[in-house]
Protein backbone atom coordinates (compact mmCIF):
# COMPACT_ATOMS: atom_id res chain seq x y z
CA UNK A 1 0.00 0.00 0.00
CA UNK A 2 3.05 2.72 1.47
CA UNK A 3 5.48 1.33 -1.58
CA UNK A 4 6.72 5.25 -2.29
CA UNK A 5 8.82 7.81 -0.40
CA UNK A 6 7.55 11.65 -1.00
CA UNK A 7 9.73 14.19 -0.01
CA UNK A 8 10.37 17.62 -0.41
CA UNK A 9 8.09 19.42 1.99
CA UNK A 10 8.36 21.97 4.48
CA UNK A 11 7.38 25.91 4.85
CA UNK A 12 8.14 28.53 2.13
CA UNK A 13 6.60 31.78 1.63
CA UNK A 14 4.21 32.68 -0.85
CA UNK A 15 5.80 32.96 -3.82
CA UNK A 16 8.18 30.81 -2.98
CA UNK A 17 8.95 27.38 -4.83
CA UNK A 18 9.44 23.90 -3.44
CA UNK A 19 10.27 20.57 -5.14
CA UNK A 20 8.48 17.46 -4.58
CA UNK A 21 10.20 13.81 -4.59
CA UNK A 22 8.84 10.53 -5.14
CA UNK A 23 10.78 7.36 -5.48
CA UNK A 24 10.11 4.01 -4.78
CA UNK A 25 10.57 2.16 -1.54
CA UNK A 26 10.41 -1.24 -2.75
CA UNK A 27 11.86 -2.84 -6.32
CA UNK A 28 9.70 -1.36 -8.42
CA UNK A 29 10.62 0.86 -11.50
CA UNK A 30 8.32 4.35 -11.61
CA UNK A 31 9.07 4.40 -15.50
CA UNK A 32 6.94 1.44 -16.42
CA UNK A 33 3.53 3.23 -14.59
CA UNK A 34 2.09 6.41 -15.00
CA UNK A 35 2.33 8.60 -11.43
CA UNK A 36 -0.01 11.06 -10.35
CA UNK A 37 0.58 13.80 -7.53
CA UNK A 38 -2.62 14.51 -5.04
CA UNK A 39 -2.18 16.57 -2.12
CA UNK A 40 -5.27 16.63 0.87
CA UNK A 41 -5.52 19.75 2.93
CA UNK A 42 -7.44 20.20 6.17
CA UNK A 43 -11.17 20.16 5.80
CA UNK A 44 -11.03 19.25 2.55
CA UNK A 45 -11.18 16.31 0.53
CA UNK A 46 -8.48 14.76 -1.85
CA UNK A 47 -7.85 16.11 -5.28
CA UNK A 48 -5.51 15.70 -7.69
CA UNK A 49 -2.43 17.91 -8.98
CA UNK A 50 -1.00 16.26 -11.74
CA UNK A 51 -0.26 13.38 -13.67
CA UNK A 52 2.42 11.64 -16.42
CA UNK A 53 1.64 9.33 -18.45
CA UNK A 54 4.23 6.10 -18.83
CA UNK A 55 4.58 5.97 -22.53
CA UNK A 56 4.53 9.13 -24.00
CA UNK A 57 5.40 11.70 -20.83
CA UNK A 58 2.32 13.25 -21.55
CA UNK A 59 1.41 15.83 -18.80
CA UNK A 60 -1.89 16.73 -17.11
CA UNK A 61 -2.51 19.40 -15.04
CA UNK A 62 -5.50 20.51 -13.55
CA UNK A 63 -6.72 24.57 -13.48
CA UNK A 64 -5.57 25.61 -10.31
CA UNK A 65 -2.12 24.51 -10.54
CA UNK A 66 -0.71 25.52 -14.58
CA UNK A 67 2.08 27.55 -15.04
CA UNK A 68 2.94 27.13 -11.40
CA UNK A 69 3.41 23.05 -10.96
CA UNK A 70 5.54 21.35 -13.64
CA UNK A 71 5.53 17.22 -13.21
CA UNK A 72 8.73 15.65 -14.60
CA UNK A 73 10.57 12.32 -14.48
CA UNK A 74 14.23 11.11 -14.29
CA UNK A 75 14.08 7.80 -15.26
CA UNK A 76 17.75 7.28 -14.47
CA UNK A 77 17.50 8.22 -10.99
CA UNK A 78 14.15 6.47 -10.65
CA UNK A 79 12.11 9.32 -9.72
CA UNK A 80 9.64 11.56 -9.87
CA UNK A 81 9.18 15.20 -9.36
CA UNK A 82 6.53 18.07 -8.35
CA UNK A 83 7.92 21.59 -9.12
CA UNK A 84 5.68 23.81 -7.01
CA UNK A 85 6.44 27.65 -8.17
CA UNK A 86 4.84 30.57 -7.03
CA UNK A 87 2.99 28.90 -4.16
CA UNK A 88 0.41 30.46 -2.55
CA UNK A 89 -1.44 29.80 1.17
CA UNK A 90 -4.11 27.36 -0.04
CA UNK A 91 -1.78 25.30 -1.37
CA UNK A 92 -0.91 23.80 2.05
CA UNK A 93 -1.40 20.66 2.07
CA UNK A 94 0.08 16.79 2.59
CA UNK A 95 0.93 16.01 -0.84
CA UNK A 96 1.47 12.08 -1.58
CA UNK A 97 2.61 10.40 -5.18
CA UNK A 98 1.26 7.28 -6.55
CA UNK A 99 1.28 4.86 -9.34
CA UNK A 100 -1.31 3.76 -11.28
CA UNK A 101 -0.87 1.54 -15.05
CA UNK A 102 -0.07 3.33 -18.43
CA UNK A 103 -1.93 6.17 -18.43
CA UNK A 104 -3.45 9.42 -16.48
CA UNK A 105 -7.11 8.77 -18.32
CA UNK A 106 -8.81 5.97 -17.21
CA UNK A 107 -10.20 3.89 -19.80
CA UNK A 108 -13.16 3.07 -18.42
CA UNK A 109 -14.26 6.88 -17.76
CA UNK A 110 -12.27 8.73 -20.48
CA UNK A 111 -11.49 11.52 -17.93
CA UNK A 112 -8.24 12.13 -15.10
CA UNK A 113 -7.74 9.15 -12.92
CA UNK A 114 -9.33 9.05 -9.34
CA UNK A 115 -7.84 8.36 -6.41
CA UNK A 116 -9.26 4.57 -6.38
CA UNK A 117 -7.51 3.78 -9.40
CA UNK A 118 -3.66 3.95 -8.06
CA UNK A 119 -2.19 1.27 -6.76
CA UNK A 120 1.00 2.20 -5.01
CA UNK A 121 0.98 5.19 -2.69
CA UNK A 122 3.76 7.46 -0.78
CA UNK A 123 3.62 8.43 2.75
CA UNK A 124 2.89 12.11 2.04
CA UNK A 125 5.01 15.05 2.56
CA UNK A 126 3.59 18.45 4.33
CA UNK A 127 3.74 21.87 2.23
CA UNK A 128 3.42 24.98 4.22
CA UNK A 129 2.95 28.31 2.54
CA UNK A 130 2.92 31.07 4.45
CA UNK A 131 4.49 34.45 5.73
Known amino acids: QVSLVTSGGGLVQPGGSLRLSCVPS?????????IGWFREAPGKEDEGVSC????????YYVDFMKGRFTISRDNAANRVYLQMNNLKPEDTAVYYC???????????????????????WGQGTQVTVSS
Open 52 to 59: INKSDDRR
Open 98 to 120: ATTPVGCISWYSGRLKQKREYDR
Open 26 to 34: EHITLSDYA
